[in-house]
């Protein structure tokens, strides 16, 4: 017994400062949640001697007009990014896998998933410079077309669509590689018997290649309903701007800004706190239906 | 390999499709250069589209002479220079015991989930920046490695490529008298090499590109990261608290050559491992998306 206990102590030892570390930047953050019960002054320090105030701030927030405008965003917001976020790179992988020509593959493959790569800020920038409505590259190119100038990032309308747009933009590539990875293990002898029986190229994405890599498309859609609640704070928060508050403004950005820029802790706490129990509900649950239909483990 | 045929319209018509839609991914980058090498009278009447006009390397000049964007390069730098091997680190020593079979480690599930639940769930943002407020960590270069150090999900993708490992060589090593850490180091960081590399560009990636901790933890922009130094030149002179007059007015004369140079220099590194970035990465993402 001692002797297996000397045994594994290396073991233990091993993973220690793993969890210092955790118990030190998640576990007590997560204790900070308590914030969200107290009208809390950052003088007095987190386990200080703070005043409880139960559920006042949840009602509180529950009670403000633009919480469920703000809830509203977040869910249209990012809905639509999981949507085209798991359809358009599904049928760019099959695209790709249609073609013929290597090289062009490989430049294609290498052009879609530079932006993934880029942060949001510097893509930030980029979107500012070329949707601008004086001199933007966009508008210039649109108004060949007479298309009248569109003020992609300021109005109301075009701004969530902005939003989703751009994100495809940005991650497209990198749902490509899954899907074509997933493409590349199909058994290339179906194909050719599929051939022989005289079966074209629509009939063979069809019956071949989407039920060969159904497990996959199952696994990322079930994955990816854990993100619900998050529409993308790196994203809106160097887009957005007063003017399109009303249409873009999500839970991680309010809660930035009634927490930090109004110094309201408690309150802002609280919004996140809705935000994280939801959050974890959805992530369980679509961790345990990616187990249940497609087989995924984590560990 | 499919058989020669005669012309084939939908191949065609894919291919176009495909490669206007890569240009799409790599156009805006290119006129961002484009603009940055042009002189300012051209950038701002819009002159230039993937070409620069009158070029000048006259934005990247001012925008190096200046000591916030050394600065903030250097904050940048350290950043990576810690935050990269601390991650590498926590990363091989947290996924070595915990690709063990639960008889080897007691406690190995009640670890793993101690673990995990750090990818469900946290505190929020309020609590996260009280606790390093508390911690004295603002201002600090600590603040933007600490909190991260140990990523999770690389620590998934390692522990299964541990598993992979045959069992034999690490028994080989305990016989002939070597200890956890001994077998670690001399047996099983050696043969994950590829995937240590791939782990290493995430994280440098991850660092370079982080920004938000920068900002909201660093009181001094002196102790900005490049990317958070980029935030405020570039995005928040632009959109903060202006109304679309103030907007427009601002574009026609604000330099536009200036932040473009600065978007470049933000992805330039990025830029320029890319095609290293993108081997590895491939792998890694695959192995972290659709395993088993």
Known sequence: MRAKLRKELPLHLMLLPGLVMIILFSYVPMAGVMIAFQKFIPAKGLFGDQKWVGLDNFEYVMNLPSFTQVLWNTLFISSLKLILGLIIPLVFSILLNELASNVIKRSVQTAIYLPYFLSWVVLGGILID??????????????????????????????????????????????TIVYLAAITGIDPGLYEAATIDGANRWHKTWHITIPGIRMVIVLLSVLS???????????????????????????????????????????????????????????????FLAYRFAKYRIF | MRPKKRFDGIAVLNATVLILVSLLCILPLIHIIAVSFSSSASASAGYVRLWPVDFTFASYMYTMSRTEFWQS???????????????????????????????????????AWAFFVTMLFNGGLIPWYTTLKEYGLLDSIWALVLPGAV????????????????????????????????????????????ALATLAL?????????????????????NYPLQSYIQTIVIQQNLS???????????????????????????LPIILAYPFLQKYFVKGIVLGSVKG
Not at chain 1, 147 to 154: H, N, Q, R, T
Not at chain 2, 241 to 267: C, E
């Open chain 2, 202 to 222: 995430f994280s440098m990636v991850e660092h370079w590109n982080s920004w938000f901790d920068g900002l909201l933890l660093m009181g001094n922009p002196a």
């Open chain 1, 130 to 175: 070329i949707l601008s409505p004086s001199g933007g590259i966009v508008n210039e190119f649109l108004g060949w077309f007479g298309v009248s100038k569109i003020f992609f990032l300021g109005d109301n309308d075009w701004f969530p669509f902005t939003l989703i747009a751009s994100d495809v933009w940005k991650n497209f590539g990198y749902g």
């Open chain 2, 241 to 267: 608290n202006m109304s679309r007059d103030a907007m427009l007015d601002l574009a026609l004369i604000s330099d536009r050559t200036l932040k473009s140079s600065q978007i470049f220099l933000g992805s």
């Open chain 2, 151 to 194: 990523p999770v999900f690389s620590v998934v993708l390692l522990l299964n490529f541990f598993r992979e490992i045959p069992k034999e060589l690490e028994e080989a090593a305990l016989i002939d008298g070597a200890g956890h850490f001994r077998t670690v180091w001399s047996i099983f960081v050696p043969i994950s090499k590829p």
């Open chain 1, 225 to 287: 309903l854990g993100q619900l609640l998050n529409a993308g704070f790196d994203q809106v928060f160097n887009l957005y701007s007063p003017q399109v508050y009303e249409s873009g403004d999500i839970l991680d950005t309010f809660v930035y800004r009634i927490g930090l820029l109004d110094a309201q802790y408690g309150v802002a706490t609280a919004v996140g706190f809705f935000k994280s129990i939801i959050s974890l509900t959805l992530i369980s649950s679509s961790y």
């Open chain 2, 73 to 111: 390069m250097l904050v940048s730098l350290t950043r990576i220079g810690i935050g990269t091997p601390l991650n590498l680190l926590l990363t091989i020593l947290v996924a070595y015991p915990l690709s063990k079979e639960s008889h080897a480690l007691r406690f190995r599930s009640v670890y």
